[in-house]
């Protein structure tokens, strides 16, 4: 009876284990099946759209599609792989030679190879058919200005092989077809397009492929894995959300959670942190936290115990959505809050950031350490709504600039790979991380520019009638060794300029210039006797200024050419009697003016002034004959968001023996027309565009008591 009792116990515990062990099979292959219904939604080998897919073929140059051939590998003869070189560097194994750009247009020329059909010893096609959002970045490339047709002038070669996930790569059969390309080169200057990278148990974060010194555009980079100034981080892109439309939420608006975490199979401790934080009374009702539904798989929803929100449209509810890492670094949530313009809030130590080459994530994300996490509603709780709703502007520029589209993933990574080999006409910090209605520091002379005929600088001096002061001025200036040419702009239709032999004798050439209507526009009008890119505008009673102090504000003006840089300083203050703005000309240490009464510039700003001025401020100023020294800076301030440069201590400027009745600064009401200028030009660009700095350019030893040759500039004159 004892040894019966025996073997029916060992039965039921065998047949418990086996129930147990069915039911662990069971929950395992359940949720390798979630996972990989996710994970082959995204990118699938079979198109989603076949129409669509099919017109993107059609529409692909003929290059690409005709002429095609069938390529046998041989995974055992082929030729030999180069493995991965992990450290490489832009300046170590990129090949700058075949992108000499012979046309100035500062492009990059990018080469697709033939879509061949690449089959094994048994006739077996290798590739899987190509997902649609590989093609989008074949269509993208081909449609672009950066396509070339010709692979001899190819800076960046393209192989038409989709890698974007792994999982559905050959992973030696497609190291073999790489190596066989024609201009392969061990990879270079060849990229390729990685969003899923790595697979069970690792998942790397890279793509495991051998491929020598290749550029990866990579979804989910480490620290570790990403070859800075070579590879290029871009975003996982999600196409179960972004073909999705959501309604329109202002920035302003307010949201019904501060925190949302809507995530999929994050691990268990950082689902333990967000629990303990939603228990806490404080921050019940602020933060939401999400999980898979578990009647029904539908990657469209999201559940909290027995509510269903619908996803993405619930992340528009939450200020700060959160980002945590998973098995792997990169996540296509990050895309999905900024396109439902909410903050993300990144979890993972040591993820590269997508376009982080260019983009500034502080102004569109927070970046928390993943064991910051416990404390993250009081981290998050600290922000200011100021700060909220300039990241909420900034996460929609993202998005609608950069991630939106394969097409704009695709072209964000061309353009940092093209400011790599141009970086002289590369796109500005500003450009890339402001929307278009905030970007002022955006400079036209960092385009591209016709050099000059001449060097140095041409000095223009408008005049009316005082011809004693205008000939000391002319004397003065042509002792400059950098002057080219006086052109001197006679503004006086009464009365006609001296004749020839009465002007001064000096070693520069002398132009007289003599205007139709006497207007104060005329001093910055493109005249095409001025062939030089530097101008220095100066007034006819500027006499004080010695031939070290323009050399050296011209030099100066070489090192900022794209800035104001003058002598006479001035300053803008907001009166809060008044409400309104105020000139202040006291002598004082800040400045946000430099008075064109001797000033050096660029001369396309001349062209800005007599094309480009908003609200008719051009005509304003010759109406009211005051100002346009004012609306040069104002000007140049707007588009540059930069301040002007005082060179010099010297802060008088006036000649004694020249005031009369007849001056401007004369006039008792000249402070008051000069600070209504301001309100009026504030009022037409909408804001405050001028910058008030502390800061003065000086030469070196000018105060030293050293030997006058020691000094380069040695006549500085005092305050």
């Known amino acids: 009876m004892g040894t019966v009792g025996r073997a029916t116990r060992l039965t039921r515990l065998a047949l418990r284990h086996k129930a147990f062990y069915t039911v662990l099979l069971v929950i395992i292959v359940t949720c390798s099946l979630l996972l ?90 290798i590739l899987p058919e190509m997902s649609h959002e590989f093609l989008e970045v074949l269509s993208a490339i081909t449609d672009s200005d950066y396509y070339t047709a010709n692979p001899s002038e190819a800076c960046l070669l393209v192989p038409p092989i989709d890698l974007l996930n792994q999982n559905n790569v050959k992973l030696n059969e497609t190291e073999h077809i790489l190596a066989s390309l024609p201009r392969w080169s061990e990879g270079t200057n060849h990229l390729l397009f990685n969003m899923l990278a790595g697979g ?58 501060l925190v949302i975490s809507s995530q999929l199979g994050i691990h268990q401790e950082f689902r333990d942190d967000l629990d303990l934080q939603v228990k806490v009374k404080a921050s019940h009702d602020i933060l939401l936290v999400l999980d898979h539904c578990t009647k029904t798989y539908n990657y469209t929803h999201r559940c909290n115990k027995k509510q269903i929100y619908s996803y993405p449209h619930v992340l528009q509810d939450g200020t700060f959505c959160m980002v ?51 404390d993250l509603m009081n981290i998050v709780r600290k922000i200011s709504m100021d700060k909220i709703h300039s990241m909420r502007q900034h996460v929609k520029f993202y998005w609608q600039t950069y991630f939106r589209t394969m097409k704009d993933i695709t072209l964000t990574t061309l353009k940092i790979i093209n400011d790599r080999v141009f970086p002289y006409a590369s796109r500005p910090y500003e450009e890339w991380n402001s929307p278009p209605e905030q970007v002022l520091a955006r400079s036209p002379l960092f385009y591209p520019l016709l050099p000059p005929k001449n060097a140095g600088f041409t000095a223009v001096i408008l005049t009316y009638d005082r011809l004693e002061s205008l000939f ?65 505008a100066i007034d006819d009673d500027i006499i004080m200024l010695t031939a070290d102090e323009l050399e050296f504000g011209y030099e100066v003006w070489r090192e900022f050419s794209d800035r104001l840089v003058g002598f006479p300083s001035r300053l803008h203050l907001w009166d809060n009697v008044t409400q309104r703005w105020r000139y202040e000309s006291e002598w004082t240490n800040d400045i946000s003016l430099v008075l064109t009464g001797a000033a050096f510039y660029h001369k396309h700003y001349s062209y800005m002034y007599m094309n480009a001025m908003p609200g008719h401020i051009k005509n304003w100023v010759d109406e009211h004959v005051n100002c346009e020294d004012i609306a040069m800076n104002f000007l140049i301030a707007n588009v540059t968001g930069k301040s002007p ?33 301001i309100n009026k030009f504030v009022s037409v660009y909408g804001r405050m565009p001028l910058k008030t700095v502390e800061f003065r350019a000086d030469p070196v030893l000018y105060k030293d008591k050293f030997p006058s040759k020691l ?9």
């Open 36 to 125: 990989l219904s996710a994970i082959f939604h995204l990118f699938p080998t079979d198109p989603h759209n076949s129409q669509h897919h099919f017109d993107i073929v059609n529409k692909l140059p003929s290059s690409l599609t005709k002429d095609t051939s069938k390529i046998v590998i041989d995974s055992d003869r082929s030729v030999s792989v180069t493995p991965t070189d992990a450290t490489c560097t832009y300046y170590s194994c990129f090949n700058v030679y075949p992108c000499s750009d012979e046309e100035d247009s500062y492009h990059i020329s990018v080469y697709v190879y033939p879509l061949n059909n690449y089959i094994n010893r048994n006739d077996q096609t």
């Open 472 to 536: 000391r001025v002319i004397q003065q200036v042509a002792m400059a060794p950098s002057l080219t040419k006086v052109l001197v702009v006679w503004n006086n239709q009464e009365k006609t300029p001296p004749p020839v032999q009465s002007w001064p004798k000096i070693s520069k050439p002398l132009k007289i210039l003599q205007t139709s209507y006497n207007k104060l526009s005329n001093r910055f009008l493109p005249y095409s006797e001025i062939e030089t890119e530097a101008v220095l």
């Open 200 to 257: 069970t148990p690792n998942y790397n974060t890279v793509i495991d492929l051998k491929r020598g010194k290749a550029i990866i555009a990579g979804g989910g980079f480490s620290t570790w894995s990403y070859r800075r100034t070579y590879d290029v981080a871009i975003p996982m892109f999600n196409p179960l959300v972004a073909y999705q439309s959501l309604p329109f939420k202002s920035y302003l608006e307010a949201r019904k959670y």
């Open 645 to 677: 440069i005082k060179v010099t201590p010297r802060k008088k400027f006036k000649c004694p023996e020249c005031i009369n009745v007849d001056m401007l600064s004369a006039d008792a009401g000249h402070m008051v027309e000069r600070s209504d200028c």
């Open 711 to 719: 000094k380069q500039y040695d006549s500085i004159g005092s305050l």
């Open 324 to 374: 945590i890492r998973t098995l792997r670094l990169g996540q296509s949530t990050l895309s999905d809050s900024l396109k439902a313009g909410c903050i993300p809030v990144v979890v993972a130590d040591n993820f590269v950031m997508p376009f982080s080459e260019v983009l500034d994530w502080t102004r569109a994300s927070i970046q928390l350490r993943e064991e910051d996490l416990p």
